[in-house]
């Protein structure tokens, strides 16, 4: 599809702009390098959580959590089984985190200096191969389970952390939710694709073949990455000239991100902006992580479903998710666009949307549920639902500070990963100590660090670029 732009980014009916460029939409190469790193967070993502749904299988049935079933193997050849208690279950789950958690900030920082291409290649890899690594290394122990995670948490938070700044390059103003909405669903896809084909490979092959496979198919797209990736669009060889100009000369308009040899701190620990952004990551980490890792937990615990059926009913929340995150950045650049809200009310629509229908959804499931599937469909929604974020707080730092926008992502996720950790371990030990009401302290404490973060970034969010962030600023680190 063709459609007629002004070169600043506004739409060409209302642009007093005489610099009008024709160029491609969703056929556009921007696009493709768009969908590729839809596929490749896909990967990443379904690498990191196939663990918590083996985990089903993986567990002495007198080791697993409280009121969970181990599923129906026994341990043998294909399906080998552990003692792990609660505790080392969840610090294996978390573990992964910590690796991602140390590269966040330097790789967020460098990658607005270093080619992306490289980091993301080599992250793809590293991480692929320690994948193929844990079958083996749970035959050693727990303990070389651990390290593996943590190995691949580093290698993965490297494409986390350098993808952002992708799109300083690639993406024109008004193309950014759609072009960043696409490439981050694929976080959705890969847990989607994981619980729904998980307890099929358990069955026929085993549980280690689930790491060999995502393994494998995560070494395939480091050579489709390696050969049709440019840092630059400038550079590339097979985009198109018109494409080209387009992009060039919409980015124009923006502040440059280049040479990035100091960094305004004192004036970033004063902005209260900027603060919205990192505890709204803090709080929808702690939630997405909480529902990923433990969905498959409840709903054994709720129905006692074997893995078959279990990955069945959990692939149902990153489904709708990954439908809410695509149509949400759709809408909000439509919105964008055509001028009928403006950009922080955008942010903040979506952002009220991730935050509060997971806490709406979570209470009716734990007070208004009266049946098997209306908890499925609360359980589902609550998980889904936080995927409207990607339209609004998870971009928002490219609105306020587009010179420092990878560093502010490394930061960010790195207080998110914070979050991720405390759930999962917060977790683990909550339904160790009380199987009673174990899920109803989860869900409360979930809502209220989403309802105190969302306050907060109601009050403070901007989208505006804020005076720290500009060129002309001088503040050095």
Same mark, same amino acid.
């Given at each position: ?5 002004c070169t600043c980014g506004s739409n060409s009916k209302n642009c007093s702009c005489s610099s009008k460029v024709e160029f491609p939409g969703f056929c556009s190469f921007r696009y493709g390098i768009s969908v590729l790193l839809h596929f490749c967070n896909g990967v990443v993502m379904a690498q990191r959580t196939c663990l918590s749904l083996t985990m089903v299988v993986m567990v002495n049935a007198t080791q697993s959590l409280p009121n ?14 552990? *003692?792990?208690?609660?505790d080392i279950q969840g610090i294996i789950l978390s573990s992964i985190f910590y690796g991602t958690m140390i590269v966040q900030v330097p790789i967020g920082y460098l990658s607005g200096i270093y080619s992306i291409k490289n980091m993301i290649v080599w992250g793809l890899f590293l991480g692929s191969v320690f994948s193929l690594c844990i079958p083996p290394a749970a035959q050693v122990g727990e303990t070389l389970v651990i390290v593996c ?122 902005? $209260? ?5 990192? =505890? ?31 990955? =069945? ?69 609550? *998980? ?60 409360? =404490? ?5 309802? $105190?973060? =969302? ?21 050095? $680190?």
């Open positions: 599809m063709w459609s007629l732009t969970i079933s181990s599923g129906e193997h026994p341990g043998n050849i294909m399906n080998p089984v552990y *003692n792990w208690s609660p995670r943590v190995a691949q948490g580093m290698a993965q938070g490297t494409i986390i952390a350098a993808q952002h700044h992708i799109w300083v390059q690639w993406a024109p103003p008004l193309e950014q939710g759609r072009l960043t909405t696409i490439s981050l669903s694929g976080i959705h896809l890969g847990p989607f694709i994981v619980l729904l084909v998980t307890g099929f490979i358990c069955d026929l092959l085993g549980w280690p073949f689930v790491f060999y496979i995502f393994g494998a198919y995560g070494c395939v797209l480091c050579l489709f990455w390696y050969v049709l990736f440019y840092d630059d669009p400038k550079n590339h060889p097979c985009i198109s000239i018109n494409e080209k100009e387009y992009i060039t000369s919409s980015l124009a308009q923006q502040v440059s991100s280049s040479n990035l040899t100091t960094l305004p701190i004192k004036a970033m620990l004063q902005s $209260l902006p900027l603060w919205a952004i990192f =505890l709204c990551n803090f709080a929808n980490i702690w939630t997405s992580n909480f529902t990923l890792m433990y969905t498959p937990i409840l709903i054994n615990s709720i129905a006692h479903v074997n893995m078959r059926e279990n990955g =069945l009913l959990s692939s149902l929340a990153p489904l709708f998710a990954y439908i809410i995150s695509i149509l949400g950045g759709q809408i909000a650049d439509f919105l964008r666009s055509r001028n009928i809200l403006s950009t922080i009310t955008i942010r903040k629509l979506f952002t009220t949307l991730g935050m509060l229908f997971p806490v709406i959804f979570s209470m009716c499931m734990l007070y208004l549920s009266f049946n098997f599937y209306s908890i499925i469909i609360c359980l589902i929604f609550a *998980n889904a639902t936080t995927a409207f974020v990607f339209s609004g707080v998870q971009i928002n730092a490219l609105d306020i500070a587009p010179r420092f926008y990878g560093f502010l992502k490394g930061v960010s996720s790195v207080i998110g990963m914070v979050g991720g950790i405390l759930s999962s371990t917060v977790t683990g030990l909550i339904l160790n100590e009380d199987p009673e009401t174990s899920w109803y302290k989860i869900y409360f =404490l979930m809502s209220a660090i989403n309802m $105190l973060a =969302l306050i907060f970034y109601l009050i403070f969010a901007k989208a505006e670029i804020q005076d720290w962030a500009k060129e002309s600023q001088e503040t050095r $680190l």
